[in-house]
T-cell receptor, first 114, second 110 residues
Framework: ETGVTQTPRHLVMGMTNKKSLKCEQH?????MYWYKQSAKKPLELMFV???????ENNSVPSRFSPECPNSSHLFLHLHTLQPEDSALYLC?????????????FGQGTRLTVV | DAKTTQPNSMESNEEEPVHLPCNHS???????IHWYRQLPSQGPEYVIH?????VNNRMASLAIAEDRKSSTLILHRATLRDAAVYYC???????????WGAGTKLIIKP
C-alpha cells in the first residue's frame, strides 16, 4: 500500500467509448503525475500537475484529457482511443515537483482498447 | 536528455549481495541519480537516490563513480522478494522530470 490508489485496476473499452481513470492520494502531496507504460518501452510521462495546475503536457494526443479537481484527486478522461493506446497507466504523486523527494506510484490501470 | 544504460537482466542467488550497474555518461551536473524497482503487477517503488556521494538506506546502497558517469545499486542480501525490474533514472535538474530507461530484470534463484 503506497497511499496512491487507482481505479479501476483493469479496463476494456471500445474505440468509440468514453471512460475515465481515477487516482487518489491522501499523502498531502502537491504534485501528481500520469505515466504510460507500454510493453517493451520505458515509462512515458504524460502529464504533471502541481498544486492542481497542469505544468507539463508531453505531446500527448487530445484523446487523453486530464483533470485535477483538487490536490488529492487526478483523473484521466479517455475518448476515441486506438488499439495502440492499450497499456498500463500509472498515477504517481510526490511532495512537490522541485525537491528530490520520492514519487509514490499506484498499482496502475491495465487498459485494453478493442 | 541524458540517458541511462543497464543490462537487460541479471541473476543472483538468494542471500547473496547483488550489484546492479548503470551507465549515464551524458549526465549533467544537476541531474540526480534515482533508482526505482517494479515488482510484477505493481507500480514502481522508490529505492534510493543520490547526487555525488554514496548513499545508504534500509533497502540498498548507491555507489556513485567519482566522474558520475556510472553508478551501482547494491542489495546487500537478496531475497526472493527482491525479484523485480530495477530502473536507474536520471532526474533532470532543469525540468525535474524522471527520465526512465528499460531497466534490469533481476532474477533471484533460491
Amino acid at each position: 500500500e503506497t497511499g496512491v490508489t487507482q481505479t479501476p485496476r483493469h479496463l476494456v473499452m471500445g474505440m468509440t467509448n468514453k471512460k475515465s481513470l481515477k487516482c487518489e492520494q491522501h499523502l498531502g502531496h502537491n504534485a501528481m503525475y500520469w505515466y504510460k507504460q507500454s510493453a517493451k518501452k520505458p515509462l512515458e510521462l504524460m502529464f504533471v500537475y502541481s498544486l492542481e495546475e497542469r505544468v507539463e503536457n508531453n505531446s500527448v494526443p487530445s484523446r487523453f484529457s486530464p483533470e485535477c479537481p483538487n490536490s488529492s484527486h487526478l483523473f484521466l478522461h479517455l475518448h476515441t482511443l486506438q488499439p495502440e493506446d492499450s497499456a498500463l497507466y500509472l498515477c504517481a504523486s510526490s511532495q512537490d515537483r522541485q525537491t528530490n523527494t520520492e514519487a509514490f506510484f499506484g498499482q496502475g490501470t491495465r487498459l485494453t482498447v478493442v | 536528455d541524458a540517458k541511462t544504460t543497464q543490462p537487460n537482466s541479471m541473476e543472483s542467488n538468494e542471500e547473496e549481495p547483488v550489484h546492479l550497474p548503470c551507465n549515464h555518461s551524458t549526465i549533467s551536473g544537476t541531474d540526480y541519480i534515482h533508482w526505482y524497482r517494479q515488482l510484477p503487477s505493481q507500480g514502481p517503488e522508490y529505492v534510493i537516490h543520490g547526487l555525488t556521494s554514496n548513499v545508504n538506506n534500509r533497502m540498498a546502497s548507491l555507489a556513485i563513480a567519482e566522474d558520475r558517469k556510472s553508478s551501482t545499486l547494491i542489495l546487500h542480501r537478496a531475497t526472493l522478494r527482491d525479484a523485480a525490474v530495477y530502473y536507474c533514472i536520471l532526474r533532470d535538474g532543469s525540468n525535474y522530470q524522471l527520465i526512465w530507461g528499460a531497466g534490469t530484470k533481476l532474477i533471484i534463484k533460491p
